[in-house]
């Protein structure tokens, strides 16, 4: 059973920094895309970023570019995303998400190009 789960959200003073955790479980976690997304009250569901299955392709939505960074550790089928200089406007869910297809190919930003998400974890920016 695929199991996605994140951790690290929480209350945050705008400039403040958090890092989200994916722990994974039930795939082959090194061959699989990933992917965050997140979603604010009364708005659609936005991707934030995608890492490849090794790592060395990483990108992001404009809104986050300079200010989150995506890694992985395939050792340890952890995903991860560094949340600096953070806005009010960051304030969302945040969730993590498998890549429907494994190793490469175009597809990453969208909702349907991933297969399995996780809970989300509250990401509040307020002073």
């Known amino acids: 059973e695929v199991r996605l789960l994140e951790s690290g959200g929480g209350l945050v003073q705008p400039g403040g920094s958090l890092r989200l955790s994916c722990a994974t479980s039930?795939?082959?976690?090194?061959?699989?895309?990933m992917g965050w997304f997140r979603q604010a009250p009364g708005k659609e569901r936005e991707w934030v970023s995608y890492?490849?299955?090794?790592?060395?392709?990483?990108v992001y939505a404009d809104s986050v570019k300079g200010r989150f960074t995506i890694s992985r550790d395939n050792a340890k089928n952890t995903l991860y995303l560094q949340l600096n200089s953070l806005k009010t406007e960051d304030t969302a869910m945040y969730y993590c998400?498998?890549?429907?297809?494994?190793?490469?190919?175009?597809?990453?930003?969208?909702?349907?190009?991933?297969?399995?998400w996780g809970q989300g974890t509250q990401v509040t920016v307020s002073s």
């Open positions: 890492i490849g299955w090794s790592g060395s392709t990483t």
């Open positions: 039930g795939f082959t976690f090194s061959t699989y895309g």
């Open positions: 998400a498998k890549r429907a297809s494994p190793l490469g190919g175009s597809g990453y930003t969208r909702s349907q190009d991933f297969n399995y």
